[in-house]
Structure formats: structure tokens, C-alpha cells
Nanobody, 127 residues
Framework: QDQLEESGGGSVQAGGSLRLSCVDS????????LGWFRQIPGKEREGVAT???????KYADSVKGRFTISRDNAKHTLYLEMNNLKPEDTAVYFC?????????????????????WGQGTQVTVSS
């Protein structure tokens, strides 16, 4: 059974850092695109970063230069290193894996391909 579980969220002051982790129990972890998404209550879910089985990560413009996505296939774990956090980064962060191979980008038009989702972890950044 495919299950994803996030951890590492918390509360930090602006300028601080957090590292999110996502453990994926699925057997296909190493073969598919993985991503981090976030959502503020009342707003649409936003793609933050994606990482395919090979190649560099892809990022939303709002986090470029501050966030880094990485994966450890041996540990079935996806990471999101978040530096220089801003109050507007406050959201529930979700990890996700594609259900089948497709273009691997965080933009909204590519979210349809992510079929397995975690429950989310809260990140709160205070000014």
C-alpha cells in the first residue's frame, strides 16, 4: 500500500530554516517524479518543487534560491530544505508522488499526475 508521511514542520521566525522529510512506502519510489506542494486555507494548492528520478529539481519562482529538494532512494525519503523563510511561506506542506510517468514540474497544469499524497505538515513563519 502506497503511503507517504511528512515530518519536520514547525514554527520559526522569518529568516530561519526548516527541513521537511517525506517517507514513501511505495515500491515505485525511485522510478517516479516526487514533489512538494503547499496550501493555505481557502486558497488553491501550490506546487513548490518537484524532482524526477534523474535530473535537477524544478522550483516555483517564489522559492527559487531558498528551497532545495532532494531524495534518498535507498531510504525512500524525499526532503525539502527551506532557508531564509518568509511569513508568506506559512502553509501546510504536502509531499506527493506521480501515479505514472509524466512531465515533472510544480506548476498547476502538472498536478493532475500526482496520485499519492501525504497528510501534510504545518509550517508557520512569524515576522
Amino acid at each position: 500500500q502506497d503511503q507517504l508521511e511528512e515530518s519536520g514542520g514547525g514554527s520559526v521566525q522569518a529568516g530561519g530554516s526548516l527541513r521537511l522529510s517525506c517517507v514513501d512506502s511505495g515500491y515505485a519510489f525511485s522510478s517516479y517524479c516526487l514533489g512538494w506542494f503547499r496550501q493555505i486555507p481557502g486558497k488553491e494548492r501550490e506546487g513548490v518543487a518537484t524532482l524526477d528520478h534523474s535530473g535537477p529539481g524544478k522550483y516555483a519562482d517564489s522559492v527559487k534560491g531558498r528551497f532545495t529538494i532532494s531524495r534518498d532512494n535507498a531510504k525512500h525519503t524525499l526532503y525539502l530544505e527551506m532557508n531564509n523563510l518568509k511569513p508568506e511561506d506559512t502553509a501546510v506542506y504536502f509531499c506527493a508522488r506521480q501515479r505514472k510517468p509524466a512531465a515533472c514540474y510544480p506548476q498547476p497544469e502538472f498536478q493532475w499526475s500526482f496520485g499519492f499524497w501525504g497528510q501534510g505538515t504545518q509550517v508557520t513563519v512569524s515576522s
